[in-house]
């Protein structure tokens, strides 16, 4: 599992770092130019001639930290100030002195044209406003620039906690982060403007749980290798028994996806209790489900608590409308099941009418909003829920006591407790239709198999994704469609299981 941090963690640890530990700011600062320095030669970059844009603070002083050590292996590099000298850090001040006595180049306003690799120590994990004036102009200029970018830290201009582009922003080829990856360079916009993401052991103290309430995390890969875990011995019993309520009588599509999806994730069992549409349809496409239907005007209540005293687990919601018959399935479920309960799509635009049930509810929930479901639930805007998604989400989840799924480029899952994950698997060959759908399927099958929601919920985002980046490479980000994500579920789960 990787680990991230905001800008102002970052600085928490920092200063833990240099004023508790007691490793001076420079060594620190030493090592941070160092391991870019590494990635400059590591990765080939073309160093014919270098120029370090730096800025007033401190990533502007390893910036002509790391001028000096290209300089000093007979790099060419020039260093270009744009900070105001009333502004300079401390750290800033003694690395132009060391810097000027190594006969180190400073710069001002040259053509970028001459450039073969530009270095962006600009902004770091300092920047707190809107970029503007003469910094936007210069960030302008590396952008259209021939060169290649590394960006120190993070690309000035980024938002350090929540990736927003803050006026422009510096798009860089390599990044080289000091101690953790900051969220901003994970969250969009950032990942796209980060390029290449390296993450350098600085020598930072790595103890979080000291300074923040929530860490963040992401679920990865080799992660999933360590958690999935299949025993020889079981049967279709013991890999559970999944209730599916979905799909109304224009929508088997969702019912479909979600419950072949559970399938294909490895679960013994799965019924659909659908409507009676749908018989001619869903028994032929998946006739290793059972099926029970309800006509228009019922929902089959004594057929339906049979059912959920039958399932290990419970899902509603994909496809299922929103109409009087569905709140009452939500309803019937709400009050009567005794199972984990995984609820979507339309289950969650009814459950505003259900709260109460909800919190009477006593058996743990997921539920997977998208931002508009989030916004829905939640009452604030989307764009809220960017300026903060840890934890706005993190606050949902513990206001409900649910799990949350809160469905985005990049997925957040908390259960309101310490830990909050972010999700990095997937593309956006996968907002396409009948994704979420699929999703839900996933989850249902692990819930199904005895993971504890919270690992449930980032194992599924996790295989979700690369279910899809590998449907990607196959068929390509504009072909792949959902189901496709069912057949890549079964080799992830059959690569990494
Ligand atoms: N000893 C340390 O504290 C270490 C710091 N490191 C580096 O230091 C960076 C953080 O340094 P700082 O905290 O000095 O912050 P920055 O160097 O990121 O930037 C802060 C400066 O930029 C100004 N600023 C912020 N937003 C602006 C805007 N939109 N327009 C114009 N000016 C703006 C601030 O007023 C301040 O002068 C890290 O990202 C990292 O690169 C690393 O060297 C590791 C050790
Ligand atoms: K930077």
């Known amino acids: 599992m990787r680990e991230f941090v905001s800008g102002t963690q970052m600085k928490q640890l920092d200063r833990y770092t240099i004023q508790e530990i007691g490793i001076p700011s420079l060594v620190l600062m030493e090592r941070a130019a160092r391991s870019v320095y590494d990635t400059m030669i590591k990765e080939r970059l073309p160093l014919k001639k270098v120029l370090v844009l730096c800025g007033s603070g401190n990533n502007g002083?390893?910036?002509?930290?790391?001028?000096?050590?290209?300089?000093?292996?007979?790099?060419?590099?020039?260093?270009?100030?744009?900070?105001?000298?009333?502004?300079?850090?401390?750290?800033?001040?003694?690395?132009?002195?060391?810097?000027?006595?190594?006969?180190?180049?400073?710069?001002?306003?040259?053509?970028?044209?001459?450039?073969?690799?530009?270095?962006?120590?600009?902004?770091?994990?300092?920047?707190?406003?809107?970029?503007?004036?003469?910094?936007?102009?210069?960030?302008?200029?590396?952008?259209?620039?021939?060169?290649?970018?590394?960006?120190?830290?993070?690309?000035?201009?980024?938002?350090?906690?929540?990736?927003?582009?803050?006026?422009?922003?510096?798009?860089?080829?390599?990044?080289?982060?000091?101690?953790?990856?900051?969220?901003?360079?994970?969250f969009y916009e950032g990942a796209e403007y980060a390029g290449n993401v390296r993450v350098a052991d600085i020598g930072i103290v790595k103890m979080p749980e000291i300074c923040f309430p929530i860490s963040t995390y992401t679920f990865e890969e080799k992660d999933l290798k360590e958690k999935l875990f299949r025993r020889e011995s079981g049967n279709k019993g013991t890999f559970g028994k999944v209730l599916l309520i979905a799909g109304n009588e224009m929508t088997s599509g969702a019912a479909l996806l979600s419950a072949s999806s559970a399938l294909h994730t490895g679960v013994g069992m799965v019924k659909v209790h659908t409507r009676k549409e749908n018989r001619a349809i869903l028994p032929v496409q998946l006739p290793e489900a059972m099926y029970c239907f309800y006509g228009k005007k019922e929902i089959k209540s004594e057929a339906l608590a049979e059912s959920l005293e039958w399932a290990d687990v419970v899902g509603i919601g994909p496809g299922l409308g929103t109409n009087k018959q569905a709140e009452a399935l939500l309803e019937f479920v709400l009050k009567y099941s005794k199972r984990p309960l995984v609820i979507d799509a339309d289950g969650l635009n009814l459950l505003k009418s259900k709260l109460d049930l909800l919190e009477k509810y006593e058996y743990p929930v997921i539920m997977t909003p998208h931002l508009g479901e989030f916004s829905r639930l939640s009452g604030l805007s989307i764009k809220d829920w960017k300026q903060q998604p840890i934890e706005l989400t993190n606050e949902l989840a513990h206001r409900y006591n649910v799990t949350l799924v809160c469905k985005d480029a990049r997925t957040v899952i908390a259960d309101g407790g310490q830990n909050v994950y972010v999700n990095t698997t997937g593309n956006s060959g996968m907002a396409t239709a009948g994704s979420g759908d699929v999703l839900t399927g996933i989850l249902l099958g692990l819930l199904a198999q005895g993971y504890a929601p919270l690992d449930a919920a980032v194992m599924g985002v996790c295989v979700h994704g690369l279910a899809g980046d590998e449907a990607a490479k196959e068929k390509g980000k504009y072909a792949m469609v959902a189901g496709d994500l069912i057949t890549y579920t079964g080799d992830v789960l059959k690569k990494r299981g």
């Open 61 to 186: 002083a390893d910036g002509v930290a790391l001028a000096r050590m290209l300089h000093l292996s007979n790099i060419s590099v020039d260093v270009e100030i744009l900070g105001n000298p009333s502004h300079f850090t401390t750290e800033m001040k003694q690395q132009i002195e060391i810097a000027k006595k190594y006969q180190v180049a400073f710069v001002k306003n040259k053509s970028l044209s001459e450039y073969t690799t530009i270095v962006d120590a600009i902004f770091g994990v300092g920047l707190d406003r809107e970029v503007g004036g003469g910094y936007k102009e210069k960030i302008k200029e590396i952008n259209q620039a021939d060169a290649k970018v590394v960006a120190v830290d993070i690309p000035s201009g980024i938002d350090s906690a929540t990736g927003k582009v803050l006026g422009c922003a510096v798009c860089a080829d390599w990044t080289v982060s000091f101690a953790y990856e900051k969220l901003g360079t994970v």
